[in-house]
């Protein structure tokens, strides 16, 4: 049996009277890929913020491969990454300087980053542009350049809040290799997106939230299979939107 990366268990976070996610309950295993499904204001982008340890829990318990986030969170984020919908770097660093930064900031040993940066840059096709400021990149180069940040320590998991956005068909295709080749190397992958057929193209396991409540959880199949009425996965996302706002 698989470790457990990720343990929620009994988790809610509220702001004032508004409940963003209620009593969410969730494990996800050592080389899984997790893809987070859920309408916008579903509770998706809360969820990944208090696993990232951008925000603490309003009650429950949140453990990433068996450390305390709230206690251990510095260890934490030593072993995992965060690509976010919209990346954030610094415009005037070079993508190669950006890239550096990120790794001492790991304590990745120099010859070792060099060597990661140079495969980086390489799989992105931005070697040509290492050297060039970073305000001038467009949005696909910035988010190239945030996903080899993620990887530059070898994380053991890595979270992502949409991360083809900007991003050109190759581009696209590269990350979605990427991403499957940690999983197959041991690394887990929690992954929100809105887009429905790469979830089902990619998870081993597909979470459903809706109004911050987990209202469908299991392989695309166990989730077909559960709603024989429904002619695909597209329908039964929207019905069980439909049906818990009834």
């Known amino acids: 049996m698989k470790k457990h990366m990720i343990e929620i268990s009994n988790m809610t976070k509220s702001f004032?009277?508004?409940?963003?996610?209620?009593?969410?309950t969730l494990n996800v295993a050592q080389g899984e890929f997790f893809c987070f499904l859920g309408p916008n204001g579903a509770g998706k982008t809360t969820t990944i913020k208090v696993l990232t340890g951008?925000?603490?829990?309003?009650?429950g318990?949140?453990?990433i491969d068996g450390l305390d986030m709230k206690k251990d969170h510095v260890s934490v984020k030593k072993i995992m990454s965060y690509i976010p919908d919209f990346p954030y770097i610094f415009?005037?660093?070079t993508g190669r300087e950006f890239l550096e930064f990120v790794a001492r900031m790991y304590d990745v040993p120099p010859e070792l980053s060099e060597?990661?940066?140079q495969e980086y840059l390489k799989m992105f096709s931005l070697t040509d542009r290492a050297d060039h400021l970073m305000e001038d990149y467009s949005h696909g180069m910035r988010q190239k350049i945030v996903i080899s940040a993620a990887m530059i320590h070898d994380p053991k998991l890595i979270i992502v809040d949409e991360p083809m956005v900007g991003l050109d068909p190759k581009g696209i295709r590269q990350v979605k290799d990427l991403f499957k080749q940690k999983t197959k190397e041991g690394g887990c992958v929690f992954m929100s997106t809105h887009i429905?057929?790469?979830a089902e193209e990619l998870a081993d396991r597909i979470g459903i939230i809706h109004q911050g409540r987990l209202v469908a959880l299991g392989t695309r199949d166990e989730i077909l299979a559960r709603a024989e009425h429904k002619k695909d996965f597209e329908e039964i996302f929207m019905a069980l939107s439909d049906e818990t706002e009834s």
């Open 196 to 198: 429905l057929s790469m």
């Open 91 to 93: 415009e005037k660093l």
């Open 54 to 59: 951008l925000l603490y829990p309003t009650s």
């Open 16 to 24: 004032g009277e508004n409940t963003a996610v209620d009593r969410l």
């Open 115 to 117: 060597e990661r940066i």
């Open 61 to 63: 318990e949140v453990k």
